[in-house]
């Protein structure tokens, strides 16, 4: 299985709610990225997960706070977002982090919408 | 920050023609990737070239490397209009850390 799962497809969400993103590998991978995306531009990415642990965290705002429960599992919870944080965000697995296991496996994307 | 640039940004060809797109960089690399995003959807990995390899072929892709230059370029033959897509060339420096993605070519390939 060379699947990387990401519920929901689409999100609406108002500033004042809270809501999170999931995503989900079953290839034994042990790194895990949250990646965001506007139009026509290029993947950002927000946090990377090395074993189970935050290893990066491209100064995200707080309003914006990943969770890894487990080696399959990563969640992003948001809440009190703004307009401006409307994007593509996309989940990507590899087996490791690092340039020997660069390559790297995305979901189809949650696309969100803050109104 | 994004360190690849990709030339050109948009491509429109037929049909069976070639597609030729460019990325430089600008720090040392350990390995360049090319992925293709279809419109609104994940990205799909397509190639990895190492920093010691000079070109590499994978079906009707082939990728050169120029470190000398800081420079890839991705040739896709006889394209199809199914090759429709955003390609991204994405570099990962010698520390290994992380990727970082070009701006990106958007590949349309007329029927």
């Known amino acids: 299985d060379t699947e990387v799962t990401q519920t929901p497809k689409h999100l609406v969400m108002g500033m004042t709610n809270k809501k999170s993103l999931k995503c989900e590998q079953h290839?034994?991978?042990?790194?895990m990225y949250w990646y965001k995306q506007k139009a026509k531009k290029p993947p950002e990415l927000m946090f990377v997960?090395?074993?189970?642990?935050?290893?990066i965290n491209e100064s995200v705002p707080s309003r914006f706070s990943p969770e890894c429960p487990n080696s399959s599992l990563l969640n992003l919870h948001l809440h009190a977002l703004q307009p401006e944080d409307s994007a593509l965000y996309l989940c990507?697995?590899?087996?490791?982090?690092?340039?020997?296991?660069?390559?790297?496996?995305f979901g189809p994307g949650t696309r969100l919408t803050v109104t | 920050s994004q360190q690849g640039e990709e030339d050109p940004q948009a491509l429109s060809i037929q049909e069976g023609e070639n597609a030729t797109m460019n990325c430089s960089y600008k720090?040392?690399?350990?390995?360049l990737q090319w992925y293709r995003q279809n419109s609104g959807r994940g990205l799909v990995h397509l190639i990895l070239?190492?920093?010691?390899?000079r070109e590499k072929h994978s079906g009707r892709l082939r990728v050169t490397l120029d470190t000398s230059k800081k420079s890839s370029s991705l040739l896709i033959t006889a394209s199809r209009a199914a090759d429709t897509a955003s390609y991204f060339c994405?570099?990962?420096?010698?520390?290994?850390?992380?990727?970082?993605f070009g701006e990106g070519t958007q590949l349309t390939v007329n029927p």
């Open positions: 994405a570099t990962i420096g010698a520390s290994g850390s992380r990727l970082t």
């Open positions: 070239i190492r920093s010691n390899e």
């Open positions: 990507a697995s590899s087996q490791q982090q690092g340039a020997d296991r660069g390559e790297q496996y």
């Open positions: 290839m034994g991978h042990r790194a």
């Open positions: 720090t040392s690399i350990n390995n």
């Open positions: 997960y090395s074993y189970e642990k935050l290893s």
